[in-house]
């Protein structure tokens, strides 16, 4: 299973970016899917997952600006953020697993950078 994300890149404050990340293999639709960021000297964290039932969670940093989604029929995971933050400047991985905290695959992260 490889995961290949893209969709970042460099906006200013108040921008939308949508992050996209598309997953090989068969079993896209029984994966719990996550977004997680890393900004420059900061821990890993997680900013929103969707379950293979659509059940959605979201950081409290992130919540009513970013939308996670899936298509299932593109093997696709999306990341749409709105009124971007120079806060929300990082690395953003996704990442696969069979549920709850454990996610076994991960994409290469595509970077995100808010400016002033």
């Known amino acids: 299973v490889q995961l290949q994300a893209s969709g970042g890149g460099l906006v200013q404050a108040g921008g939308s970016l949508r992050l996209s990340c598309t997953v090989s293999?068969?079993?896209?639709?029984?994966?719990?899917m996550a977004w997680f960021r890393q900004a420059p000297g900061k821990q890993r964290e997680l900013v929103a997952r969707?379950?293979?039932?659509?059940?959605?969670n979201y950081a409290d940093s992130v919540k009513g600006r970013f939308t996670i989604s899936r298509d299932n029929a593109k093997k696709t995971v999306y990341l749409q953020m709105n009124s971007l933050k120079p806060e929300d400047t990082a690395v953003y991985y996704c990442?696969?697993?069979?549920?709850?905290?454990?996610?076994?695959?991960w994409g290469q992260g595509t970077e995100v950078t808010v400016s002033s």
């Open positions: 969707i379950t293979s039932g659509g059940s959605t």
């Open positions: 293999g068969r079993t896209f639709s029984m994966y719990t």
């Open positions: 990442a696969a697993g069979p549920g709850g905290a454990v996610y076994v695959y």
